[in-house]
């Protein structure tokens, strides 16, 4: 049972990328899946969450607008597309999954299974 997470790397400002989050040992048709990240000398702050249903989705307020969670049940997987991104943006992106059905939260102490991060940085 796993989560891998894959697609950070450097981006200058203004610029987009692609996170994916791709679950092994379990089916993401039980599990709301969530976005964190961690920035440098910083704490571990949720960025989006989507349901069992991919209609249901939260974006935290720092990333409305810029990122989008999504999810291909068919592939197991759960994206972040960012695009415009700052400066503020860089951090070590986590996947984590809570088995829950109807709404997602971005809590971190209610997450079972989690990954181990990919970096995303961003500069000129």
């Known amino acids: 049972v796993q989560l891998v997470e894959s697609g950070g790397g450097s981006v200058q400002p203004g610029g987009s990328l692609r996170l994916s989050c791709v679950a092994s040992g379990f089916s993401l048709d039980d599990y709301a899946i969530s976005w964190f990240r961690q920035a440098p000398g910083k704490t571990r702050e949720g960025v989006a969450c989507?349901?069992?249903?991919?209609?249901?989705?939260y974006h935290a307020d720092s990333v409305k607008g810029r990122f989008t969670i999504s999810k291909n049940n068919a592939e197991n997987a759960v994206y972040l597309h960012m695009t415009n991104v700052t400066v503020e943006d860089t951090a070590v992106y986590y996947c984590?999954?809570?088995?829950?059905?109807?709404?997602?939260?971005?809590?971190?102490?209610?997450?079972?299974?989690w990954g181990k991060g990919t970096l995303v940085t961003v500069s000129s």
């Open positions: 984590a999954a809570e088995r829950r059905s109807r709404l997602c939260f971005i809590v971190q102490s209610t997450m079972e299974i």
């Open positions: 989507v349901a069992v249903s991919e209609a249901v989705t």
